[in-house]
């Protein structure tokens, strides 16, 4: 176990069976609650690491409990929504959400997202600092890649997006679901911002470029 505890709050059954299901096998610890109210009962009682809070909910949605959470507590919130209007996203930072993803959303994006914002907000345990991927070893505190124990001069993004990948091994990403993940849901640019920094990872890469494969029509993965 990592000792993350994540509070899932929705109040489809299904949607929390499946990303509890993902976060479980990442070792995280799980509690759940379908809707707001019953999520600051929880919440009182002991407060978890992270909140994954779906926007719209009966009683209470998503944006009504994180203005009445944030009058007592101070824990990172990840909104997941069906709404992707740009109001809505920009609503749900202001009301103090650290990020927020439209569903349907691909598991590894979630699980990037979720460790980006744990990373940000310091609550990121030290046995999620270095990750070992094949030949690759990625230290998320010092922002250092290692491959074969040769250090790897990459930019801040560049490590963002070598991490997404490597630690999603075998998993597909599109461009638009990169853009996100490490440039926010606001970035204006292109695919082609994705595309220059695969680019560059490859290069830097040199005799190791293959472990970053292009998925022709979809994306990228890394893969051991």
Known sequence: ??????????????????????????????????NG??????IKKKEPDLLLVDVMMPYMDGFSF??????????????????????????????????????????????????SVLRRTKQLPASHNKVTI??????????KAL?????LSLTL?????LSILAKNNGTVFTREQLLESVWGSFYSGTGRTVDTHIKTLRLKLKEHSYLIQTVWGVGYKFEV
């Open 66 to 115: 994180a203005s009445e959470l944030k009058k007592n507590h101070n824990i990172p919130l990840i909104f997941l929504s069906a709404k992707g209007e740009e109001w809505d996203k920009v609503q749900g930072l202001k009301l103090g959400g650290d990020d927020y993803i439209v569903k349907p959303f691909h598991p590894g994006e979630l699980l990037a997202r979720i460790e």
């Open 147 to 151: 491959i074969n124990n040769q250090a």
């Open 1 to 34: 176990m990592n000792g993350i505890t994540v509070l899932i709050i929705d109040d489809e059954d299904t949607m929390r069976a499946l990303v509890k299901a993902f976060l479980l096998q990442e070792g995280y610890s799980v509690i759940e609650a379908s």
């Open 37 to 42: 109210m019953d999520a600051l009962t929880l």
């Open 134 to 143: 094949g030949p690759l070893v990625l230290d998320a505190l010092a922002y």
């Open 157 to 161: 993004k560049e490590f963002e997006m």
